[in-house]
């Protein structure tokens, strides 16, 4: 077997990490107004020097900056694309976990004028996750055009901005090529596009739930395969895309459940990106029987490593999961990560750093005596 030196890598991670203790008190100072934002992003930038640390000392190929600026993975990118406003609605999110249900509520959004992009999203927090890796790649992680759609759906859209849904996905998918473009232009060469709405679909729960708000449940997984497309049709050869699709994450519970059966094959076969990482930590996620649709020269992260409990996964477990999925897509197209981030939300999941460690680290280690 051999070693990967592009994005995905054998042993690699979603991107959202534990924060750090006083990294929460700052931002609660923060919010209350004792501190300042630049006493913050002063704190910030210094826990974000111990996580890249971290990820390197563990052998890891790729470092991100944990999410550690965010509040949420994807709501702190969509609110800052032009013509895109929280309101005052709030939005409930229905999660279940092993002790039941847990549900999530925030604020809702409202596409109110045209999409656009006035700066490079997440621009300055790259700049400083580049200055400070040294041994790896550095990966920017946010949330796919998708995700500006599936969270507010149609009903989102103001038809006085957007008579033809049409002309809100062209200028959705232009606002994200440019912003594609500009984290190029700054030296980015792994970039993640993290996508629910894409694993979501496969549950015939929220297809039915879609179809009821008069979404096309049959056909949505398609529109969005060619948006995302469009968005990355003029990036460089320098950059690598994979995307990420769970089924939900917050708070160690999850919303969808089903394998990826319904989307494999328009998804596998055209969406547009070096690598998928798929998350199949439990019985929930289905089998690897999609897995036949994957062509060759794409690359499937293999999420096999629960980051929603703390019990670590035995090694032998993981490579026999691994020769499984190799019955459907040759193994030197498989790499292997945690089944989501450790901390999609600002709470994170129910797991100590030291557990979180323990996992990429048998990550690595798991990778190394697979792929060599």
Not at 30 to 55: N, S
Not at 67 to 75: D, I, L, N, Q, V
Not at 212 to 225: C, F, L, M, V
Not at 292 to 303: E, N, T
Request: hydrophobic share 40%; charged share 25%.
């Amino acid at each position: 077997m051999t070693a990967r030196t592009t994005p995905p890598f054998r042993a690699d991670h979603v991107g959202s990490l534990l924060r750090p203790p006083h990294l929460l008190q700052a931002r609660a100072d923060a919010a209350a107004g004792t501190i300042t934002a630049e006493q913050l992003r002063a704190v910030e930038d210094d826990a974000i020097r111990d996580v890249v640390r971290m990820q390197e000392g563990l052998g890891l190929q790729t470092a991100t900056d944990g999410e550690f600026r965010r509040t949420s993975w994807h709501m702190d990118f969509i609110y800052q694309l032009q013509g895109v406003h929280r309101t005052e609605e709030k939005i409930e999110v229905h999660f279940r976990n092993a002790q039941g249900k847990l549900d999530f509520t925030s604020a809702a959004l409202k596409v109110d004028g045209r999409i656009g992009l006035d700066h490079t999203i997440f621009g300055p927090d790259f700049a400083f996750l580049a200055s400070v890796v040294t041994t790896g790649t550095p990966k920017l992680t946010i949330p796919s055009p998708s995700m500006v759609h599936y969270r507010g759906g149609p009903a989102a859209i103001d038809r006085s901005v957007y008579p033809d849904e049409d002309e809100f996905w062209a200028d959705l998918s232009a606002a994200y090529a440019e912003q594609v473009r500009q984290v190029a232009a700054l030296g980015c060469t792994y970039l993640q596009l993290d996508d629910t709405s894409l694993a979501y679909l496969n549950d015939p729960a929220q297809r039915a739930d879609l179809a009821a708000k008069g979404g096309d449940a049959e056909h949505q997984h398609e529109r969005y395969i060619r948006q995302i497309n469009a968005a990355l049709a003029g990036r460089p050869e320098t950059l690598h895309v994979t995307t990420h699709m769970c089924r939900g994450n917050f708070r160690s519970a999850w919303t969808a459940e089903g394998g990826y059966d319904f989307v494999a094959e328009a998804l596998f076969g055209g969406l547009e990106v070096d690598g998928f990482f798929c998350e199949w930590d439990d019985e929930r996620s289905g089998g690897f029987e999609p897995l036949r649709f994957v062509p060759p020269g794409k690359q499937v992260v293999l999420g096999l490593v629960t980051t929603k409990r703390p019990e670590l996964e035995s090694k032998d477990e993981l490579k026999r999961r691994i020769d499984e999925a190799a019955r459907y897509v040759p193994i030197e197209q498989l790499c292997l990560s945690g089944q989501c981030g450790f901390s999609s939300t600002v709470e994170g999941n129910d797991l100590t750093v030291d557990q979180e460690k323990a996992k990429l680290a048998l990550i690595v280690q798991t990778a190394a005596e697979v792929w060599g």
